[in-house]
């Protein structure tokens, strides 16, 4: 065989797809899908938020400062969820629980608030982040159930 054929045959075999069996990691990656998908609308209401001013919507204390401080502490712990979702600690299904409910929440809230007669969020695309969160929180919480 020449050195070129031997090229040709290895690179084949590096390019075929094999299969993988995830076994049970495939619902952990699953879990991890949800997870991430809750945090981007999160993190995107968080941006819309900033043009609707929520924090006066809430009477955040220290208006745009409490809002960032708040921020700080909500976005690094969801993101420190991710990791732990991600490791598969112990901890893991704990940050999935309450990134879950926070994506359902936000859209509860905000519901509420449209039905109480406030305009803020009412442009499509604000409302597809809230239903974003709602989907996904829904999904990921849906995913922790025993089975």
Request: glycine fraction near 12%; hydrophobic fraction near 50%; charged fraction near 10%.
């Amino acid at each position: 065989m020449t050195a070129g054929r031997a090229l040709a045959a290895s690179s084949r075999r590096a390019c075929q797809a094999a299969s993988i069996d995830y076994g049970l990691h495939g619902r952990e990656h699953d879990m991890e899908r949800w997870y991430l998908a809750t945090p981007l609308a999160l993190i995107l209401h968080q941006i819309d938020a900033v043009f609707w001013q929520e924090w006066a919507m809430f009477h955040v204390p220290g208006g745009i400062q409490g809002f960032l401080l708040f921020n700080l502490f909500a976005v690094g712990a969801v993101l420190w969820g991710y990791r732990q979702i991600v490791l598969g600690t112990s901890t893991a299904r704990s940050y999935a629980l309450a990134c879950g409910g926070l994506g359902i929440g936000t859209a509860l809230i905000h519901l509420a608030f449209a039905l109480f007669g406030r305009s803020e969020f009412h442009l499509p695309l604000s409302i597809a982040v809230l239903l974003a969160g709602f989907v996904s929180g829904g999904g990921l919480l849906l995913k922790l159930r025993p089975r």
